[in-house]
């Protein structure tokens, strides 16, 4: 299991994607199927309309995917935990000081429940005797943080934990769809490189 880890993973921002409303509906609508019921709970408790909304679409997705389907369909054309490439995205700059503010040592906050799931993989992937790689993807050279805040939990607490830490690779600004997401471009070249650290060939 490939984990994507690193500076922006692990910052109180990722809370959105647990609470705010569209990313939750979304992922409601789409992964109930894959929920306990502690996860709905916990959902319902932080945002109990928006959780509602997500479970009521739910039938509508999933029968969707049903019409959809043909036989040999893999699950990523389905939408279902797809990867969406960027295709001719060029690089804009932030706003000066708008990314490194919430990244300095004195204001860098963890997501708690990032750091809560990140124990759950963990412990799912010892039980069931699977190797965790945490992986940091290339950063556009004006927010290379040095991972300072992924590199601490990982010797804090996963020093067993491959980690592979590409933050730092410079690739120019063609390859970028942001400043933290390479573009088709840049997965392209990138990919290669992944695929030999994990002895995967290409």
Not at 20 to 26: A, D, E, T, V
Not at 59 to 70: E, R
Not at 107 to 128: G, N, P, T, V
Not at 140 to 168: C, E, N
């Amino acid at each position: 299991v490939v984990l994507s880890f690193s500076d922006l993973n692990l910052h109180e921002d990722m809370e959105d994607w647990y609470f705010k409303n569209q990313p939750l509906q979304f992922k409601v609508s789409n992964f109930l199927f894959l929920m306990p019921a502690s996860e709905i709970r916990l959902l319902l408790r932080n945002n109990f309309k928006v959780t509602i909304a997500g479970i009521l679409d739910y039938p509508k997705f999933k029968f969707d995917v049903y019409k959809n389907m043909k036989p040999g369909d893999k699950i990523n054309t389905l939408g279902v935990g797809r990867y969406e490439p960027i295709y001719g995205n060029k690089w804009k700059s932030p706003k000066p000081g708008e990314l490194e503010s919430k990244m300095r040592p004195d204001s860098f906050r963890y997501s708690k429940h990032q750091l809560i799931y990140l124990d759950k993989i963990f412990e799912m992937c010892k039980r069931a005797n699977v190797e965790l790689v945490f992986l940091s993807t290339p950063l556009h050279h004006s927010f290379q943080t040095g991972s300072r805040f992924s590199d601490s939990i990982h010797a804090a607490k996963y020093p067993m934990v491959k980690y592979l830490d590409y933050t730092s690779m410079n690739y120019p600004d063609s390859c970028f769809g942001d400043y933290e997401h390479l573009n088709y471009q840049g997965s392209q070249q990138f990919s290669d490189t992944l695929f030999r650290a994990l002895g995967l060939g290409r």
